[in-house]
């Protein structure tokens, strides 16, 4: 026999707080607040443009370390390019799920689009073709919408090597390339070549990056919410 619950009053909420044993701060602003005072205080940013001070304090906080500060590489012109593309509407190109999901939708100027086209199902098939990974293969199905867009690396070092040949080819080049890849094999190495790009093929696109094996979802997912709102 179905029991019949009485309905709750509006606004009484049935679960109760435990008791306060410790002290923290459990605010969601004060929390930020804290944090980003805190980074600044114990992380050199010398070497950061002026315009990416803000964008290197929230790749620190996705990255929870302050040591990464020395090894974040970030094109003068990252902020400003990546800001106005935003501004424009341009889509967000992502290598993950994981990187997608992490970009704030209140934070984006235009409603832009954020796509990962790695369950695409030609992505398998082209992966197989091309004996790469299905990371790298699904880097090909942007480029119908890569031309002044906004690329977000933080997982797979192929798709950033297989994006940088893809330019290199003479495809279409994105506004700002946010590569972040994390990892032991190709991910120090992709973004290095990210960062001599201008320097050894003459192809100077602004980009986000932190040199060595650190990087991730994390990481890569702040730094488009900071390009897409200067609040914190």
């Given at each position: 026999m179905a029991?019949?619950?009485?309905?709750?009053?509006?606004?009484?909420?049935?679960?109760?707080?435990p008791t306060r044993r410790y002290p923290y701060l459990d605010t969601g602003p004060g929390i930020y607040a804290e944090s980003f005072a805190m980074i600044r205080r114990e992380s050199d940013l010398s070497h950061i443009p002026a315009s990416a001070e803000r964008l290197a304090v929230r790749m620190i906080h996705g990255a929870g370390q302050t040591d990464i500060a020395p090894?974040?590489?970030?094109?003068?012109?990252?902020?400003?390019?990546?800001?106005?593309?935003?501004?424009?509407?341009?889509?967000?190109?992502?290598?993950?799920?994981?990187?997608?999901?992490?970009?704030?939708?209140?934070?984006?100027?235009?409603g832009n689009e954020v796509h990962c086209y790695l369950r695409d199902e030609r992505v398998p098939g082209l992966a197989a073709e091309w004996a790469t990974t299905r990371?790298?293969?699904?880097?090909?199905?942007?480029?119908?919408?890569?031309?002044?867009?906004?690329?977000?690396?933080?997982?797979?070092?192929?798709?950033l090597?297989?994006?940088?040949?893809?330019?290199?080819?003479?495809?279409?080049?994105?506004?700002?390339?946010?590569?972040?890849?994390?990892?032991?094999?190709?991910?120090?190495?992709?973004?290095?070549?990210?960062?001599?790009?201008?320097?050894?093929h003459g192809v100077d696109i602004p980009f986000v990056t932190v040199r060595g094996r650190r990087g991730g979802s994390a990481i890569t997912s702040s730094a488009l919410n900071a390009l897409a709102s200067d609040a914190e």
């Open positions: 029991r019949h619950l009485r309905p709750r009053p509006v606004g009484v909420s049935p679960v109760k707080r090894d974040l590489l970030i094109h003068p012109d990252a902020v400003p390019a990546g800001r106005a593309a935003l501004d424009a509407g341009a889509p967000i190109l992502c290598d993950s799920r994981m990187v997608a999901v992490g970009v704030t939708a209140g934070r984006l100027p235009a990371s790298a293969a699904a880097v090909s199905l942007w480029e119908p919408m890569l031309d002044g867009a906004v690329v977000a690396i933080g997982n797979a070092p192929t798709a090597f297989h994006l940088l040949e893809l330019i290199l080819d003479g495809g279409p080049r994105p506004a700002v390339i946010v590569g972040c890849p994390v990892g032991f094999i190709g991910a120090a190495e992709s973004k290095e070549a990210l960062a001599a790009l201008a320097a050894d």
